[in-house]
C-alpha cells in the first residue's frame, strides 16, 4: 500500500511524456526488469488502471504536493502517466485493459488510431482528456466541416496551448464554441477558461467569440464575461458591438436583462430595443 501511495503521489502532477529525456530514461530502467518480474508489473498497472479516474483519500502522501491541483487534473495526470508506464514495460507487445468503451465506437477507433501516433505529445494529450470523455459520454457533435470533434480533446488543447499567440488560442476558442456551445457542460468549462484569457484579447474578439456561445440561453457566467467585457470598453463602435448582441439575446430570452448586468449596459439594451 506504501509503494502504490507514493506512486500516486510521484505520478499525479504532471505528464511524464512532457519531456523526451524522462521518456528515455524510462525506457533504458524498464527495460532491465526479468521477464517476471515485468509481467507482474504489468498486472499492477493494469489494476491500477482500473481505478485510476476515482479519487482514494488515503493513497496520497498530503506532505508532498508539488502544487495546488484540482483533483480532476491530478487524475488525468496519473491515469496517463499509469498508461505511459505500462506502454514502456510491453514494448512491441499486445496491451489488454477495459477503459468502458464500447468496442467498435468512435472513442474505440480514436483511442486505437492514438497508439499508433508516433509522437508522444499528441496520445498523451488524448489520454489525458479521458475524464472528459467520460463525463459526456456518447455526446459527439459533428462540427460545420461535417468531421467528428472529441469535446475533452478540445478542452485539453486549451489547457495545453496558454502560452500560444492570442490570435491561435482565439481561433482555438472560436473552433471549440462552434463546435461545442450546444451542449451546456462543455459551453461552461470553455467560457471559465475564456474568462482567464478575454483581456489578451481585442473586444471585436471577445464579442465574436460570445456570440459563437450564445446558441445556447445564456447563464450567469456568460453575464458576468459580458460585464467584464463592457467595463473596459472604450471604444464606442465596441460598445455598439455589445449592445447589438446583448440586445438580440434579450428578444430571444429577455430575462437575461435582470440577472446581473451592468446598470449602463442594460439601459442601452432598452433604448436599442425600443422600450425607452
Known sequence: MIRVRFLYATLSFSCLADRVPILDFLREQLGQIPR?????????????????????????????????????????????????????????GPISFDAAISPGSLADRTFRDAALLP????????????PSIRATSDDIRRDNEGTLTLPGYLLAQLDYTKDAAPAERA????????????????????????????????????????????????????????NELWWRLDDNRDK???????????????HITRMGLDRHLRAAIKTASGQE
Open 171 to 226: 481561433a482555438l476558442y472560436q473552433h471549440s464554441l462552434d463546435t461545442m456551445a450546444s451542449f451546456p457542460d462543455i459551453a461552461r468549462q470553455l467560457l471559465l477558461r475564456l474568462r482567464e484569457d478575454a483581456v489578451r484579447f481585442d473586444s471585436a474578439t471577445v464579442i465574436s467569440l460570445l456570440r459563437a456561445a450564445s446558441c445556447t440561453e445564456p447563464g450567469d457566467l456568460f453575464i458576468t464575461l459580458v
Open 240 to 254: 455598439q458591438a455589445a449592445i447589438t448582441l446583448m440586445t438580440q439575446l434579450a428578444s430571444t430570452w429577455p
Open 36 to 92: 517476471g518480474e515485468r509481467a507482474r508489473c504489468q498486472e499492477l498497472l493494469i489494476e491500477l488502471l482500473a481505478g485510476s479516474l476515482y479519487p482514494h483519500p488515503n493513497r496520497s502522501f498530503h506532505d508532498h504536493e508539488l502544487a495546488r491541483y484540482p483533483v480532476p487534473r491530478r487524475l488525468a495526470a496519473y491515469s496517463a502517466n499509469l498508461v505511459l508506464l505500462l506502454v514502456l514495460l510491453t514494448p512491441g
Open 119 to 130: 509522437n508522444w505529445h499528441a496520445s498523451m494529450l488524448l489520454l489525458q482528456s479521458v
